[in-house]
């Protein structure tokens, strides 16, 4: 017998079912507007139209349109590594206007190339928290172009273009007035500089290879407290230059076969209070070059077979160099000055000469890296034609003994007996 | 047949005294030690481009002369048999330039071929040796010259030493001096020209191009690697070689048939 009470409770669970039901129904469509939207072409109306925090996922093809936008923000754009966005050679393909917006997986080729725009494959611009991974940037002017765009990451990219003209080739990752951005294992070639900074405060750039790009493998400039560490800059046209910053950290990097007219492994112009250690630097016209650079602590580094392993102008001040190795270089150190505030302590030359008679490891004689030669090439870069001249041993030897004209206080006075990068 | 038999007589005097072998064991010790010591094919090479430059001139301009004086009486006796002048003079050339060219070349290039570096540095090998035996003839025709110029042997001897430490060391010394005192114009084509008219400045710069990268160094190094690495520089560079073993040997020869013995 039914009861009008038992009917009622029935009647309640009945409902119970229906509203739970219901809101599983309405969980399910909301966890189903935020998953995967699978896009086929006109990817602009399908970005306009995905809600905040939509993926999208580009199915295989090539998405040749007007420059797209994302103005939305947290959106993903992924797709499948054959889902390419071509620029047609006329215009810029992304551009980034949102916070926390993600780009991952895709081909990026052929943006404009032009002397008004800087044309990028993927810019972002005023955003922040953006992601930039795994992309794959072929034959575009600008690579990646960050302006004021703040904590963000830029991760395992592949950015090439054969460039021939700086004037026609952008910068491979570009980054202008953009705080806490991290750039870490890229690999970048052919652009005109392949990582430039420009106002770029605590940025992080490690692990990546920048490689035969026309002038600089990274450049920066106002870019103070950043670190860059275990990167390798090859092949540049003009080396590595970095300029007007402070409180900088670079350390296990690898600078070699940077050889021209005006290459370098690094330049330092106007760095001040930062640190230079574990470097290798190999097969450089000139491994550091140091103008207007103060409290610089180099230490621990490798010059190996450089024409010039250090270029110190007498406009530095207060740079210490200790345990740095110096092997094989044409001149180890050149300067432009007998004055000199640079402090020298406690590196390896594989061109000293003294002895240790106590043993403690450390030279008896103290050592003068800088050559008489290297001077009177300073002077007249033309006498380079009398290098390994009888005549110009003759003279090194003569100077070493009764110095005259090279810098009194440059001098190592604890030279190392060992290598101590061995 | 007369200068083969004449040149077959020379050689068992030259190689009877013992210096070519003395000779070809420095190359030999010397090369083979810069390998124990741990260098690889190319360090042997900047290491051995030195000994070269520095070595082959002094010796074969001072052995040269020496020999030429030595070798006065035989020349004498020689000139009262029915052979020619020029057949005698080929001779005594040929037998003092080929054991000493052979002793760069084997000296030189069997270290190179028993620690296996010849294979992986054949052009650089070749290129090495070659300078040597192209300073060598050079620098036993100045001797010859030398020799037949002057009478007195001490005075030769002295002029030979003189000669070699002119092209070794003060023509050098010359070029800085030019280079310091005409230092507002540009320097690169007279300087490049001045020391090609050396041939050991020649030889040096043609082996540092190749060999020592690090020579390739700023504006300059890339102006005198583009002249040098060039087909039509390294043409010009083998004229002058053959214009410096050819005129001494000239001028010697043109003295030795006239003089009278």
């Known amino acids: ?422 | 047949m007369n200068t083969l038999k004449l040149i077959k007589y020379q050689l068992r005097d030259v190689l009877r005294s013992k210096w070519v072998f003395l000779y070809f064991l420095f190359f030999l010790v010397a090369t083979d030690a810069l390998f124990r010591f741990g260098g690889d094919g190319e360090r042997v090479i900047l290491s051995m481009m030195n000994i070269i430059l520095l070595i082959i001139p002094l010796v074969s301009i001072m052995l040269g002369t020496m020999y030429l004086y030595n070798a006065r009486e035989y020349i004498e006796l020689m000139l009262s048999q029915p052979v020619k002048r020029s057949q005698l003079f080929i001779a005594l050339f040929a037998a003092l330039v080929l054991p000493m060219s052979t002793a760069v070349l084997l000296g030189v290039g069997l270290p190179f071929v028993w620690q296996g570096a010849i294979f992986t540095h054949a052009g650089s090998v070749l290129f090495l040796i070659f300078m040597g035996i192209s300073l060598t003839v050079i620098f036993s025709s100045i001797a010859f010259f030398i020799a037949l110029m002057t009478e007195d042997r001490i005075r030769g001897l002295g002029l030979s030493i003189v000669l070699w430490l002119f092209f070794a060391v003060v023509y050098d010394g010359l070029i800085l001096l030019f280079i310091y005192f005409y230092s507002h114009y540009p320097l690169q084509q007279p300087v490049l020209i001045l020391s090609m008219l050396n041939p050991l400045d020649l030889g040096r710069i043609a082996l540092l191009i190749r060999f020592d990268a690090s020579a390739l160094m700023g504006f300059t190094g890339a102006v005198f690697q583009n002249f040098f690495g060039s087909t039509r520089g390294l043409l010009i560079v083998f004229a002058v070689m053959l214009t410096w073993m050819a005129t001494p040997l000239l001028l010697g020869f043109r003295r030795f048939v006239m003089r009278d013995f």
């Open chain 1, 1 to 422: 017998m039914r009861t009008p009470s038992t009917l009622n409770k029935t009647k309640r669970m009945f409902r119970i079912l229906l509203l739970g039901l219901l809101l599983l129904l309405g969980l399910f469509s909301f966890s189903f507007a935020a998953d995967t939207l699978h896009v086929r072409d006109s990817l602009q109306s399908a970005i306009n139209n995905a809600p905040p925090g939509s993926i999208l996922y580009l199915e295989s093809g090539i998405y040749e349109q007007e420059t797209i936008y994302v103005r939305t923000p947290g959106i993903t754009l992924t797709g499948r590594k054959d889902a390419v966005l071509d620029g047609g050679s006329e215009r810029a393909i992304l551009i980034i206007k949102a916070d926390n917006v993600t780009v991952k997986n895709l081909t990026f080729r052929n943006t404009g190339i032009s002397f008004r725009h800087d044309f990028a494959a993927i810019e972002v611009r005023n955003a922040k928290h953006f992601e930039i991974r795994k992309n794959t940037l072929e034959k575009n002017f600008f690579g990646i172009y960050l302006s004021e765009a703040d904590s963000g990451l830029v991760v395992e990219n592949s950015i090439k273009t054969t460039g021939t003209r700086e004037a026609n080739t952008g910068n491979g990752i570009h980054l202008w007035n953009s705080n806490y951005v991290n750039i870490e294992d890229n690999y970048i070639r052919g652009h005109r500089d392949g990582i430039y900074l420009e106002f770029a405060v605590h940025a992080h750039i490690s692990n990546n290879i920048s490689e035969h790009n026309l002038r600089y493998g990274l450049h920066y400039m106002f870019s103070d407290k950043s670190v860059y560490k275990e990167n390798i800059f090859r092949y540049n046209g003009a080396g590595v230059a970095v300029m007007y910053t402070q409180n900088v950290t670079m350390r296990d990097n690898i600078f070699e076969n940077n050889w021209g007219p005006a290459a370098y492994g690094i330049l330092l112009k106007d760095i001040d209070n930062s640190v230079i250690s574990n470097n290798i630097f190999r097969n450089n016209t000139i491994g550091l070059y140091s103008e207007g650079s103060n409290g610089v602590d180099i230490h621990n580094n490798l010059f190996q077979q450089n024409g010039w392993g250090v270029k110190l102008f007498a406009n530095s001040t207060r740079n210490v160099f200790t345990k740095n190795s110096f092997i094989e270089n044409t001149f180890d150190v050149a300067t432009n000055s007998r004055q000199h505030n640079n402090t020298f302590k406690s590196n390896y030359w594989s061109k000293y000469t003294g002895y240790d008679l106590d043993g403690d490891g450390i030279g008896d004689v103290p050592h003068r890296p800088v050559r008489l030669y290297s001077l009177v090439v300073q002077q007249n870069p033309v006498s380079l034609i009398l290098h390994r001249s009888l005549f110009i041993d003759i003279l090194d030897i003569a100077e070493r003994v009764i110095p005259a004209l090279t810098p009194e206080t440059l001098v190592d006075s604890t030279p190392l007996i060992k290598d101590p990068l061995k």
